[in-house]
């Protein structure tokens, strides 16, 4: 029972159950009279809402009534995502996140989330007070510098960490109580928004250098010290400062990015999936990546650790990894030229550009991190498909509208031969009498069971060990029926059961590396599914 009574409870969206509260509740909460007589089950409401949002005319409509739900009834709106996910996640994330980013201000209705600017340093520890939550143990922060594919969005960028830790609930079972979505609203470069009437950031040009650093830090100091074992995430910041920001803070507090790391377990996952249908072990595998920010250099750096695992030196390792960037193939002879993240992946190599580096250096797998749609042109797919009986096409630019090509180009192209994985997902293709599900290599199938795991054994640090280990617990995952039809990640509708066994793998590691600061249990797998939250009733 709580003190809350009445309309008030059915104001609070962690309260509120809508039409479910039984007559016993009613009456003693006050309720009776003010709901229909009919008590609903949770199952019956779930239909009542599916069918609201399958009549809406668009995507942005039905991200728009499912934050609608989440804002009246928290429970209810996590069991409709997390039974139905596959319908649901492309709406709550990726694609259509990334239309509810540049519609924020238009769209919005209730704040979500705790928003820090320049004129609040030396008052941001006190500001945290404001939160009610006196338990959270996730947050998700970006400055909005590098939404998904689309650039800087600024302080309409709090979509992003707000349905990453949707994710993190639905997938994971984190609790919504732990999680607390971020903006480091810093201002943005985008002049378009800071005309813009409606726009609600901080309307100037994006702080940068010593200024930035500073109420960074002092986030980081204050979210630290009113929340002890808070885990932080850092997500879309630009390349530059999203490989500073980690190299500052992985061996201070417990954190990562996703972009870096989350996006090199998924996709170093689905190459080791993919082997399992060419035949060609991963220590043989030359592989030629399109981009090099901070995404496509850090799936790079973990797939050399996979490589010398397996038992090449570190030469050998980076030395079948490529990478091509506007300016063509990265090679030793840019000099200065080159910035510091891709000098590890410059060999010594005469300069050339996409198709030619293809004929070249006869890669068995393609990854795309450009952000760029259409880099991956008929005549790119072909070479590749010439190469390889079996080529792994990795297209991996989020949303959908950014990827380097569809899934319906990559089999056309490929006669039906494509390993093809994408970073949002693509509908099952039909070509040449037989049906193809594409493989959605999405970050959500390893940053919720991360958080999980770090949270379960109270991972002081997060590790590149653990992302290895994540990457390696999905792959195995993955069936071999999966894998006939074109899947190289299991079913997302799994993926709670996903989710438990990359935190068991994360935790695994934690206690073998001496970072867990609980005792470990004897049945891991049975706390972690006692710590998932049900938002059953």
């Known amino acids: 029972m709580t003190r809350v009574r009445g309309k008030d409870i059915l104001r609070n969206p962690t309260l509120n159950k809508g039409t479910g509260f039984t007559a016993e509740e009613r009456d003693g909460l006050g309720l009776r009279g003010l709901l229909p007589y009919n008590r609903c089950s949770q199952k019956v409401q779930m239909e009542r809402i599916l069918g609201h949002l399958r009549r809406k005319d668009s995507d942005i409509e039905r991200y728009i009534a499912l934050n609608a739900l989440q804002d009246r009834n928290e429970q209810l709106y996590f069991r409709v995502l997390m039974e139905h996910v596959d319908e649901l996640m492309p709406i709550v994330y990726t694609p259509t996140v990334g239309e509810a980013c540049r519609e924020f201000a238009s769209i919005y209705r209730r704040p979500k989330g705790f928003y820090v600017t320049p004129d609040d340093r030396e008052h941001v520890r006190s500001m945290l007070d404001n939160w009610p939550e006196d338990d959270v143990r996730v947050i998700v922060v970006t400055d909005g510098e590098r939404i998904l594919g689309l650039g800087d969005l600024g302080a309409n960028g709090m979509g992003i960490p707000i349905g990453k830790l949707a994710l993190y609930v639905a997938l994971a079972g984190i609790h919504p109580s732990w999680c607390l979505p971020v903006m480091l609203d810093v201002g943005t470069g985008n002049d378009e928004l800071l005309d813009d009437p409606l726009y609600m950031g901080w309307p100037h040009a994006r702080v940068r250098g010593q200024a930035y650093d500073a109420l960074m830090e002092e986030f980081i100091d204050a979210a630290t010290d009113r929340w002890p074992h808070v885990l932080i995430q850092f997500e879309d910041f630009e390349t530059t400062n999203a490989l500073r920001l980690l190299n500052i803070w992985r061996d201070r507090i417990r954190c990562f990015n996703d972009d870096i790391q989350g996006t090199a377990a998924v996709t170093l996952s689905g190459v080791m999936a993919a082997t399992r249908v060419t035949g060609t072990p991963l220590e043989e595998l030359r592989v030629l990546f399109v981009g090099a920010g901070s995404a496509a250099t850090g799936i790079g750096h973990l797939m050399a650790s996979a490589l010398i695992e397996q038992g090449l030196s570190k030469a050998e390792a980076f030395g079948r990894l490529w990478f091509v960037d506007s300016k063509g193939l990265i090679v030793k002879g840019r000099g200065d030229q080159l910035a510091a993240h891709k000098k590890p992946f410059a060999h010594d190599h005469a300069p050339m550009q996409l198709e030619e580096a293809l004929d070249d250096i006869r890669p068995h797998v393609l990854i795309g991190a450009t952000g760029t749609p259409g880099t991956f042109t008929e005549s790119v797919v072909r070479r590749m498909a010439a190469i390889n009986e079996r080529p792994g096409i990795f297209a991996l630019s989020n949303p959908t509208s950014q990827a380097e090509c569809t899934a319906e180009e990559a089999y056309a192209w490929s006669d ?104 470990r249990p004897e049945d891991l797998k049975h706390v972690l599914r006692e710590l998932q939250y049900d938002p059953t009733y």
């Open 416 to 519: 039906g031969r494509a390993l093809f994985a994408s970073g949002s997902p693509f509908a099952p293709v039909e070509y040449g009498g037989q049906t193809f599900h594409p493989a959605q290599g999405n970050n959500a199938y390893i940053f919720p069971g991360v958080g999980l795991g770090a949270v379960a054994c109270g991972a002081r640090r997060i590790t590149d060990t653990m992302f290895m280990a994540a990457a390696k617990r999905l792959a195995s995952l993955v069936s071999e029926g999966q894998l006939e039809r074109g899947a190289l990640y299991p079913p997302m509708e799994n993926s709670r059961e996903v989710s438990l066994e990359v935190a068991h793998a994360v935790a695994e590691v934690a206690y073998e590396e001496g970072l867990a600061s609980k005792k």
